[in-house]
């Protein structure tokens, strides 16, 4: 079984700074693919960033980078120049590979707070 | 494109009552997936249809809960005999091989109260 953790429940960080939050996962696939997406207070989950674990890369979307650390199962979501926006839920989840009906595995969530 | 759409987005119930939630995908996405959410939680899959077919249920996907998406477009997804425990936000989610993203898209949740 495929299983994700996300140690920090709770985390803040001060408008324009940059903040690091965690995601393990244990899996023994060899080919997968991680995601991480935010949900707003009573608003739906958005897709924030994605990576493929076939590729060594770090995924980046504009404000939001990931560090991906295929042999220690890490993928960490970096946000940098924080803004008050991004106060959410933030969800890491893993799929396996593509032939295996794409299902995800959620975390328990970190709750992130933008402080002004 | 008007994203996953999914209602009631509330739903109260007696204990004992049956509920049913419907499931509007994006368009063009073949696969759906249905999700359950407590407070607290990252959300836990239910079941996943590709088109008609339903592919994968989950062991949380008691025989009180049936999910159908009968012509590969929307799904309901019905709760017989309700329970407290079964109090959650239910997610709805869909997603397409093309592009091969397989990123999910997910609706904006029905949430269950159970009284």
């Known amino acids: 079984a495929q299983t994700v953790t996300q140690s920090q429940p709770e985390m803040s960080v001060q408008e324009a700074e940059t903040v690091t939050l965690s995601c393990t996962y244990d899996?023994?696939?060899?080919?997968?693919?991680l995601f991480w997406y935010k949900q707003p207070p009573s608003r739906q989950m958005i897709l924030v960033i994605r990576?493929?674990?076939?590729?060594?890369q770090n995924a980046t979307e504009n404000r939001f980078s990931v560090n991906f650390q295929k042999a220690a199962k890490s993928f960490s979501l970096k946000i940098s120049d924080s803004q008050l926006g991004d106060t959410a839920m933030y969800f890491c989840?893993?799929?396996?590979?593509?032939?295996?009906?794409?299902?995800?595995?959620f975390g328990t969530g970190t709750s992130l707070t933008v402080i002004p | 494109d008007t994203g996953v759409s999914q209602n009631p987005r509330h739903k109260i119930t007696k204990r004992g009552q049956n509920v049913t939630f419907r499931c509007d995908p994006i368009?063009?996405?073949?696969?759906l997936y249905w999700y359950r959410q407590t407070l607290g939680q990252g959300p836990e899959f239910l079941t996943y249809?590709?088109?008609?077919?339903?592919?994968?249920k989950s062991r949380l996907l008691s025989d009180r809960f049936s999910a159908e998406r009968p012509k590969g477009s929307f799904s309901t997804l019905e709760i017989q005999r309700t329970e407290q425990g079964d109090s959650a936000m239910y997610l709805c989610?869909?997603?397409?091989?093309?592009?091969?993203?397989?990123?999910?898209?997910f609706g904006p949740g029905t949430r269950l109260t159970v009284t």
């Open positions: 368009s063009e996405h073949n696969r």
């Open positions: 990576q493929e674990a076939y590729k060594q």
């Open positions: 249809f590709q088109n008609e077919a339903q592919l994968e």
């Open positions: 899996t023994s696939e060899n080919n997968y693919y």
């Open positions: 989840a893993f799929m396996k590979g593509p032939n295996t009906g794409n299902q995800f595995y």
């Open positions: 989610a869909s997603s397409s091989r093309s592009g091969g993203g397989f990123e999910q898209y």
